[in-house]
């Protein structure tokens, strides 16, 4: 079994957050899923833009509809990152391989998704009446979470400082 984390997104519309979430999906291997119909062109310069060189290495698929996103991933352990949740993100126990699934940007996950769902749905806490958070922010919250939880399996833990010599 793959224990890979894995991010859902649900119909996407700006190619700058895919692209910026692909590129945290290639730092992090993490498996991305697009369930369509997607708001761009997958080779729209915007998205290649913000996933740098880092596209060509984003392990991908893309789906026509969340009934296809399901019948290609039976068994798929799903937590919905939502504003409606009752429980925050932090809350949750992530199993390894399990599947983080967001909304499009200007609506969110379908609510008879959510209901489905209910369960597994979580939020990102925030002060006051703020609509959401960015989705790309959204994405790397919740990713980081699951992967600490995980303890951060085969991903670099420690960075090296170099001594500058000053003359």
């Not at 945290?24 to 498996?31: I, L, Y």
């Not at 699934?101 to 200007?106: H, I, Y």
Request: hydrophobic fraction near 40%; proline fraction near 4%; charge should be neutral.
């Amino acid at each position: 079994m793959d224990k890979r984390m894995n991010v859902v997104l649900y119909e996407p519309e700006m190619p700058l957050n895919t692209g910026n979430i692909g590129r945290t999906c290639v730092a992090t291997n993490t498996r991305l899923h697009l369930i369509g119909p997607l708001g761009f062109k997958l080779n729209e310069k915007a998205i290649r833009r913000a996933g740098l060189d880092y596209w060509d290495k984003l392990d991908v698929a893309v789906y026509c509809d969340f009934s296809d996103f399901l019948d290609k991933n039976p068994g798929a352990k799903l937590y919905l990152a939502t504003t409606k949740a009752e429980q925050a993100y932090t809350d949750v126990a992530y199993e390894p391989g399990c599947y983080l699934m967001f909304g499009k940007e200007s609506a969110g996950i379908p609510e008879e998704i959510l209901v489905e769902y209910r369960e597994h749905c979580v939020r990102i806490p925030m002060w006051g009446e703020i609509r959401s958070l960015n989705l790309a922010n959204s994405v790397a919250i919740l990713l980081y979470e699951a992967l600490r939880q995980n303890g951060f399996d085969r991903m670099a833990k420690e960075g090296r400082l170099h001594r500058l010599e000053w003359k």
